[in-house]
């Protein structure tokens, strides 16, 4: 089964830490767009990250910037996204979603992704 899994998530207090992982079941990350998005409640979707399919090129949205750090492990079929110095916006359903690689550049619109997971909670609280 083609399938992103998603486990992991949590509850941390302000400043702390969290990795994120998403593994791909039934096909491989090789060549590929990742991008991590997230969804608070009443809010829109946003994208958080996102990665070209050969390592050369990633994108951060400035608020998580210098924080987060996306990236794939090929070898282990994972994409992880550390999360650190969390704050209180930062709470959210956090959703990792991939897209075959179309040149160098990943793009940071959801329907630019074809397959999603299931999405893990990421609570900030003091």
């Known amino acids: 089964q083609v399938q992103l899994v998603e486990p992991g998530g949590g509850r941390v207090q302000p400043g702390g830490s969290l990795r994120l992982s998403c593994a791909a079941s039934?096909?491989?990350?090789?060549?590929?767009?990742i991008a991590w998005f997230r969804q608070a409640p009443a809010k829109e979707r946003e994208a958080v990250s996102c990665t070209g399919g050969n390592d050369y090129y990633t994108w951060y949205r400035d608020s998580v910037r210098g924080r987060f750090t996306i990236s794939v492990d090929k070898a282990r079929n994972t994409a992880f996204l550390p999360m650190t110095s969390l704050k209180f916006e930062d709470p959210a359903v956090y959703l990792c979603a991939w897209a075959p690689a179309d040149g160098l550049f990943c793009r940071y619109a959801s329907q630019d992704y074809d397959l999603w997971g299931q999405g893990t909670q990421v609570t900030v609280s003091s």
């Open positions: 039934g096909f491989n990350l090789d060549a590929a767009k």
